[in-house]
């Protein structure tokens, strides 16, 4: 379980430059990187460890600088498109924010290499899975209702939006494969659980010693 921050599987960015400059400048234009790592801060959206490439320099003055905690509204994806995509508000990048510091960070490998469905601003836009990021010990992160995992995609064909970044929870995404199943139509007939499954909190179940001692070495009887 990772603490703040954690190694991802690495991809490659354009970086908004004016974020490089406290917004003073450089409106529009964009730097060359690669997102090694992310950040969890509660309260926050997920933010990046870029290292630069200076790619889209003639002289190369920023290859190799680190920005640590780029924010995600900060990232273009690295697929080539006509225009640059239009900067997203954070409310649409990343419906919810970091629940907690302590997460973790896993590639659903099953899903790595099918095309996703991205619900944003009311638009179903196919999108590029790239890893997912959970929250724990913390206590709207362990609510069942409240729990929300972050998806993090590049869009797609996302006509304005078309290369951002995004970290979107399970019921903003869907997963694709012809191969595996038949994607649905409509809304799923999903209600968020209100309950926590364990065995020790029944007191009938603690109280009976027959039962929790009921092993490969207790005696037949």
């Not at 003055?61 to 239009?86: N, Q, S, Y």
Request: aromatic share 14%.
């Amino acid at each position: 379980m990772a603490h703040l921050v954690s190694n991802i599987p690495f991809f490659k960015v354009w970086v908004r430059r004016e974020f490089t400059a406290n917004f003073q400048r450089y409106h529009g234009e964009f730097l060359h990187g690669m997102a090694v790592a992310v950040t969890s801060m509660p309260g926050r959206s997920l933010s990046f460890q870029i290292i630069f490439t200076g790619y889209e320099e003639d002289e190369n003055v920023h290859g190799g600088a680190m920005w640590a905690r780029m924010p995600i509204t900060a990232l273009v994806g690295d697929t080539p498109f006509d225009e640059w995509a239009e900067p997203m508000p954070n409310y649409l990048a990343q419906p919810w924010d970091c629940s907690s510091h302590n997460h973790s960070v896993f590639v659903i490998e099953r899903a790595h290499s099918t095309p996703w469905i991205a619900k944003v601003d009311d638009q179903f836009y196919p999108a590029k899975y790239y890893f997912t990021v959970d929250y724990t010990d913390n206590e709207v992160a362990d609510d069942p209702a409240q729990h929300k995992q972050s998806h993090v995609l590049e869009l797609l064909d996302a006509d304005k939006w078309t290369g951002n970044i995004v970290a979107l929870p399970n019921n903003r995404v869907r997963v694709t494969n012809p191969a595996w199943f038949v994607t649905g139509e409509g809304a799923p007939d999903f209600v968020p659980s209100q309950w926590v499954y364990n065995s020790e909190i029944k007191h009938e179940y603690i109280m009976d010693n027959q039962r929790v001692f009921n092993n490969l070495y207790s005696e037949e009887k």
